[in-house]
């Protein structure tokens, strides 16, 4: 339901220009493996895509024009190619590339908590070793989300949200 509102927004008159540095895992929290030894990050470490993706589909990429910053290190190194080969081939139509657009908005913030066990309980029953079982959980994600103006440096927006994720597993065994 969330994408299809994205999609849906009317677009804007003017698009402005923003920018994603990074949007990372700010938790710092790790979660074990049920079936290994070893532990993983307990949120997504690609929030950062996920942020440009939700920018680019809003009113179907008709309402802000959002330029590579969180790569811009190879952005700016195929450019230099770009311009070396050039001047190598001595192209007198085009003497050089055009400039990178700059952005009018940054957007920063990160997933700031990831809270789990809110909620948990389930039930089970067990009869000569033939059992089945259905447990729950409740978790908390809480994202935050500012975009500050390339300009003067204020903070135009400042947005703190969480989402709550509701977890249902089941199973049947044999002893």
């Known amino acids: 339901p969330t994408y299809e509102q994205l999609l849906n927004f009317p677009?804007?008159?003017?698009?402005?220009?923003?920018?994603?540095?990074?949007?990372?895992d700010l938790t710092g929290q790790r979660k074990?493996?049920?079936?290994?030894?070893?532990?993983s990050t307990a949120v997504t470490q690609g929030s950062t895509e996920l942020l440009i993706d939700a920018l680019k589909t809003a009113a179907g990429g008709k309402w802000f024009r959002v330029v590579e910053r969180n790569g811009i290190d190879h952005l700016v190194r195929e450019r230099q190619i770009v311009r070396s080969t050039r001047e190598e081939n001595e192209e007198s139509e085009n003497k050089g590339i055009q400039p990178l657009l700059f952005a009018g908005i940054i957007f920063e913030g990160g997933i700031i908590g990831y809270d789990t066990n809110i909620e948990s309980g389930g039930?089970?029953?067990?009869t000569l070793g033939v059992g089945a079982q259905q447990s729950y959980r409740r978790d908390v994600v809480t994202?935050?989300?500012?975009?500050i103006s390339t300009l003067t440096g204020e903070i135009l927006l400042n947005v703190q949200t969480k989402k709550t994720i509701l977890s249902v597993g089941g199973g049947f065994d044999v002893f």
């Open 11 to 24: 677009p804007a008159e003017k698009m402005p220009v923003v920018a994603v540095y990074n949007f990372k």
């Open 32 to 39: 074990r493996r049920d079936s290994l030894a070893d532990f």
């Open 123 to 126: 039930r089970g029953a067990r």
């Open 143 to 147: 994202v935050s989300l500012r975009g």
